[in-house]
């Protein structure tokens, strides 16, 4: 179907594997195909709803941003993804056949398709087309603290020191609309006058600062005064007779404008500018200019930008129940007549009729400004979900510019290509189990989305919270991309130190995530520079694994390392599955290499311990150990995990200064580093510097763990094929644990090496036996009983000291006596094997081996 304000196109899909579709609070990431469910899709400034309802839902309200992206994996187990570029309102009803249904009330249909075959080629392709994701600063990747219950700076002085004290690692001080004069941007409050030396204080010690921006500029002030001379754009009333003018004649400003005004938090009415126009972009870099001169913040967080107007259209606005906020006059839309054609559609979509099952009305108008409202880019009916996308780009540039450095963006509200320019959170969620177990979804989305930069406030931004679920909300806040703690003005604070439990759980989990960074920038750097996700759900490495499709509450960063975070009360552990098609280790200190169990399980997972994380078979990742800030922390040297599977690994690390701007990577200076193992009789070790940046000041590497070394490393034998190799007293080997420790000076100097070749020998690949397949290498302990490992090295045999019920503590190596040297007519040459030594007599060197059939009943070997 196909009209002006409605287009509708119904097809059935080849496959109920489902994923995608937002920003909703979804409560499984695949969808449930056997429900009919509706999903809107229209940016709207709403908080988070997290009942489930029977089909799995929370009832499908839209959110902050507007995705609609969806990936199918088919039957044979590719995948494919389709996104339907239209921004005006518009849902999707998925239902069983399996079928969707999609409608738009504006604009035209067009489809992109994207082929894979593999989940992470439709990411790659689909960012092709919208734009891959901006690189975060380093220290973003940090811990971030703030709450709005601070009223001043000494009161977050105060819990900032408390934090360090603790030591904990942080890195960001968060400072919401608190810090301005009357919710105003650009205008610093009266008892925030000591933000900015205290911001240098910060500075001093390594720590960054990020501060919140509202989209709507208050038309009294200053700031608005500068927009109007800068020529920038604002929404504005079609015509003079819409215009309300006993509000407007409040404002001189406006007085004599159809600028259309809206309410956000300030308590005077906002205008809300088209950052799409260029002079208003101009104007708002010029802004941001001024304000940082006084106050150097380092990133930006953008809200209400959906754009919100609170109370829009509602007889009673809630804020008139809010004893902060003046009860100034809300805004009234058409919604009668000719006028009221886009508030009030023929079709409004899901996205308003939702809202009425909880207020008397809802309109597409509602909590933001009227549909007709008209600007340059063009009316608000047709670009509202455009909003942040637009106000990210015009900011991006701006905070760049102001700081001269990456810094860091974050919005509300968002489209795709919003990750181009700006990480995103969850939204102001609660402090509920709930809304702890949906955020894993949200944050899997939003890297389907492009958005890999995304995180959800840790313990819940509403609501008084139990230490049982602040606790676990570290544990798994650790692994969010963002993680960021932040509560609203009326909660208690929910900093780390308030609790002992938390704060001993939390000091674990976030150092644990500092020891990490190394690995998860390199996703964010090859995700900025190739395309592709940071976190991603398990099907998305294991599409063959049927298991793996309907799991949602584990996730993975990148392809090698796999988090199960507790999301249940009174648990201490967690059923996970863990693929079958690869070796999987614990990176848990307590379990640090210990190979994991494969497939559904029972996993221990107390509070006083990380919830289990694995490292994949095969991978190669970097690590640190921890310091009180990600800078510190970057100045320690760089280890490696080598996690074998199959005899090899392989991976990459990526490495820059961390903040300079990234305008094209072909030019960025940072560092490349490829790295590859194999192992057989011989073990051997590659370290290849692919790309050298300047001033990248990358750590040498000083210790490699290897994971499922299932060989006897001869500790003797390891050589550097150039240069000085210097091995350390902690170099240890445990066959037993399939761990070897390589530590050593001179593995890896980035300002010297461009490749490191490292070559040992071991007691061949396969010459530990199972203690039920063991040949005792001192058969006269059998009568004994008693083993001695000095007769057992002697003879050149395995000692294992660990004690396996009548199984020889000393054993030939599986590799010993004879190899075949040649076969001719039947007859089998055997050598004499010299990489082990017949602790009793020489081996004569060549035997004859044949093999003869009697009769074809009898079998005669001599």
Known sequence: MFSDQYI???????????????????????????????????????????????????????????????????????????????????????????????RTIGGVLDIIFFPGPFPEDVIRQYLAFVGKPALPSYW??????????????????????????????????????????????????????????????????????????????????EPFSRALAAKANFFEWENDSQVPHSIQNIYPLVSNTKIMLGVQRPNKHVALPDYSVQTTANWWKEEINQFHAKVPFDGLWLDLNEPASFGTNEPKPWYFDDPEHANITQLMCPLNGTEARFDIPPYETYNAYFYRFHLTKAYLSSETLCMLAISSSGRMYDVKNLYGLYHSIATQKALQSSTSKRGILISRSSYPSGGHYAGHSLGDNRGSWSAMRTSVIGIQQFNMFGIPYVGADVCGYY????????????????????????????????????????????QTAIQFRYSYLPYLYSLFFKAAKDGGTVVRPLFFEFPEEPATHGISEQFMWGSAMLIAPVLTRQSNTVYAYIPRGASWFSLRT??????????????????????????RGGSIIPYQIAANTTAQTRQNPIRLIIAIENGKANGKMYWDDGESIVDDFNIHSYIELDVNFTTGITSRLVLTKVKWGIGANVPYIERINFFGYDAIPLLGTIRRESGALHLSSETTADHATERFDLVAHGIFDFDIDDQVIITWQNHQLYDIAPP????????????????????????????????????????????SGYTIRSTVDGVTLLEDYKGFKNPYQENRPLLTFTATSIQHTTLNIR
């Open 8 to 102: 509708q196109i119904a097809a059935y899909i080849g496959s109920p594997e489902l994923y995608g579709i937002g920003e909703n609070i979804q409560h499984q990431l695949r969808h449930n195909m056997q429900y009919y469910v509706t999903w809107g899709m229209l940016s709207r400034n709403e908080v988070p709803i997290y009942t489930m309802g029977a089909s799995g839902t929370s009832g499908t309200p839209n959110l902050y941003g507007a995705y609609p992206f969806y990936m199918a994996l088919e039957p044979d187990n590719k995948a494919h993804g389709v996104l339907l570029l239209n921004s005006n309102p518009q849902d999707i009803t998925i239902g069983p056949a399996p079928h969707i249904v999609y």
């Open 140 to 221: 973003s990747l940090g811990f971030q603290y703030g709450s709005d219950t601070y009223k001043n700076v000494i009161e977050l002085e105060n819990a900032i020191s408390a934090i360090q004290n603790a030591a904990i690692p942080i890195d960001v001080l968060y400072a919401g609309f608190r810090y301005m004069n009357q919710s105003q941007d650009f205008i610093l409050a009266e008892d925030w006058q000591r933000f900015p030396p205290y911001i240098d204080q910060l500075h001093n010690q390594s720590m960054h600062v990020i501060i919140a921006l509202d989209a709507g500029v208050q038309v009294d002030g």
């Open 463 to 506: 609501d008084n919270v139990t230490v049982e679920l602040c606790l676990r909300w570290y544990q798994l806040g650790a692994f969010y991309p963002l993680m960021r703690n932040r509560n609203d003005k009326t909660s208690l604070p929910k900093d780390p130190t308030r609790w002992p439990d938390v704060m001993k759980a939390a």
């Open 590 to 615: 307590t379990e640090f290499g210990i190979r994991a169990q494969r497939g559904f399980s029972f996993i221990h997972a107390s509070t006083t311990e990380l919830p289990p994380v694995f490292i």
């Open 772 to 815: 039920e397949a063991r040949v005792t290498c001192i058969p006269e302990s059998l009568q004994s009983f008693v083993d001695d490992e000095a007769i057992c090295n002697a003879r050149g045999c395995i000692w294992d000291s660990h004690f396996w019920y009548n199984a020889p503590s000393c054993y030939f190596p599986k590799v």
